[in-house]
């Protein structure tokens, strides 16, 4: 049975960094893209930034870009997410998904993570 674990989640003041990591794992896992939506309490679960296997080529939300950085790690069937200088409005479960299209919409992701709680504190 093909999973993704994260990991990575916690506690951190604003203006600091985490990593979370997201790890595939099951003989059939397939993937076009990979990457990181996130929900915050009381909102609609929303796109954080995902990952090309084929090439790398990256996308992030305009709310991340030039904070947050993914990278991959094929031979592992990983992805990372570093983020730096968060914000308090970065605060919410960030969920690891994988879509088998080019389309990377909560529509189009047909295998999720049990998501990693991050919190920053202002």
């Known amino acids: 049975q093909v999973q993704l674990v994260e990991s990575g989640g916690g506690l951190v003041q604003a203006g600091g960094s985490l990593k979370l990591s997201c790890a595939a794992s099951g003989p059939t896992f397939s993937s076009y893209r990979m990457g990181w939506f996130r929900q915050a309490p009381g909102k609609e679960r929303e796109f954080v930034a995902n990952i090309r296997w084929i090439d790398g080529n990256t996308k992030y939300a305009d709310s991340v870009k030039s904070r947050f950085t993914i990278f991959k790690d094929s031979v592992k069937n990983m992805v990372l997410l570093y983020m730096n200088y968060l914000k308090p409005e970065d605060t919410g479960v960030y969920y690891c998904?994988?879509?088998?299209?080019?389309?990377?919409?909560?529509?189009?992701?047909?295998?999720w993570g049990n998501g990693t709680l991050v919190t920053v504190s202002s």
């Open positions: 998904a994988s879509s088998r299209t080019t389309f990377f919409t909560l529509d189009s992701v047909d295998l």
